[in-house]
């Protein structure tokens, strides 16, 4: 943990000490692709990298931000909460704040200092960790409870002055507020697997969200471990390329008549075939197959049959790659290097693709080995070097 760094950046900018931090955990996608916007099936981890934010209250109603990843801090009212292009990272902290007053929270202002150890640019959560954080440090200063219809009656402190976690349905809420913040203020695509990962994360558990009935399970991961290698490409293409294949697959499911690919079987999709044209078949097919893969691997991991998980993983790129085409040549090197060590049991592109990393299910016991050749392979075959991390998976923030 890195509490203690955030406190000092706090300190070494306003010169007193914060009344408190929060952390929230970032997440890996480790199965699911797309699933959110087909109304599909994820598995994912809340995993040991943390963004931190530290914050004391004010009285006159300004938002001072300060974080070591900018050179200048941000300064702000909460009555004019505006786009600064100048400062777009606080884009995620004004949206939150703006969405909770859409829903009738009241609070003033407050100085904050951010610290993240949540490598960013790699699907890892570092947006919605921060969203997050915004709505956890807001209900620490200003108690609320969150609602369907909007603010509920605030909880009541305890005697250290502590208030109680966040409820289920409020988590499930919350996870609601923080893709709108992206998606409206920030003008980013988003959905709701980061946030719900990083809120309802279970130590040693991989969670299945089901993107259709807004639930979370929980099931044990035992014996290996996730290591994530960024591949050092940033797409380019950005959220054009996403759009893109939404619509391939909002057009398929509108053709063949279904509200979305979760209501499609394959079997409906073959007969169905010349109905689409060959993109939106194909990225039919791969979601259509990704959302029996996430079915398949938990009934994997539930009879503790990890080998047989992983390749659902493997089959999982090999779809991303030749049939949804959201790889790039990095990623399927990395998967490529990954499957021939012996301690790899899979491994696939994480998160939106077209760059960023690759997650890996390792033994345990062999996991310092895999991440040693793997990079020096990766370096010999690239000339880029690659710094495997090793991710725990922790319990989720709120």
């Given at each position: ?32 692709s797309y699933a959110d916007s ?270 047989q998980f992983g390749q659902y ?56 080995d895999f991440m040693q050749t ?25």
């Amino acid at each position: 943990m890195d509490t203690a760094a955030v406190k000092s950046v706090f300190r070494n900018y306003f010169e007193f000490t914060p009344v408190q931090v929060v952390h929230v955990p970032g997440s890996v996608e480790v199965l699911g692709s797309y699933a959110d916007s087909n109304e599909g099936l994820a598995l994912t981890a809340a995993v040991n990298r943390f963004l931190f934010l530290a914050f004391s209250p004010r009285t006159d109603g300004r938002i001072e931000l300060v974080s070591p990843a900018f050179p200048h801090a941000h300064k702000f009212w909460i009555s004019k909460l505006t786009h600064d292009p100048a400062a777009p990272w606080a884009d995620y902290v004004k949206g939150m704040l703006a969405q909770l007053r859409r829903r009738g929270v009241h609070f003033n202002g407050f100085n904050a200092a951010i610290h993240s150890t949540i490598p960013a640019g790699m699907g890892m959560g570092s947006s919605a960790a921060l969203t997050i954080a915004t709505a956890l440090a807001v209900r620490q200063l200003f108690p609320y409870s969150l609602t369907e219809l909007g603010a509920g009656v605030p909880p009541r402190r305890d005697r250290r002055g502590g208030l109680p976690p966040l409820p289920v349905h409020e988590k499930m809420i919350l996870a609601g507020l923080c893709r709108a913040a992206e998606i409206e203020f920030a003008g980013v695509t988003s959905s709701l697997v980061a946030p719900l990962s990083s809120l309802f994360g279970k130590a040693h558990h991989l969670m299945n969200i089901d993107c259709r009935f807004h639930s979370v399970d929980h099931t044990p991961l035992i014996g290996e471990t996730l290591v994530v290698c960024d591949s050092g490409v940033r797409p380019s293409t950005g959220a054009t390329a996403f759009a893109a294949l939404r619509e391939h697959c909002e057009l398929a499911a509108r053709t063949l008549r279904a509200g979305s690919l979760r209501s499609v079987d394959a079997a409906w999709l073959k007969a169905n075939r010349i109905s689409l044209n060959h993109r939106e078949y194909e990225c039919a097919y791969h979601v259509v197959g990704e959302i029996q893969r996430v079915v398949h691997a938990e009934r994997a991991l539930r009879e503790d049959d990890h080998r047989q998980f992983g390749q659902y993983l493997l089959q999982s790129h090999e779809s991303s790659r030749d049939l949804f085409r959201n790889s790039c040549p990095e990623l399927d090197l990395l998967v490529k290097l990954a499957r021939a060590h012996p301690a790899c049991l899979g491994a696939r592109l994480s998160g939106a693709g077209f760059g960023g990393a690759t997650v890996n299910l390792v033994a345990y016991h062999m996991a310092s080995d895999f991440m040693q050749t793997i990079a020096r392979q990766f370096e010999t075959r690239t000339g880029q070097k690659l710094s495997p991390m090793v991710c725990q998976i922790t319990d989720g923030a709120g």
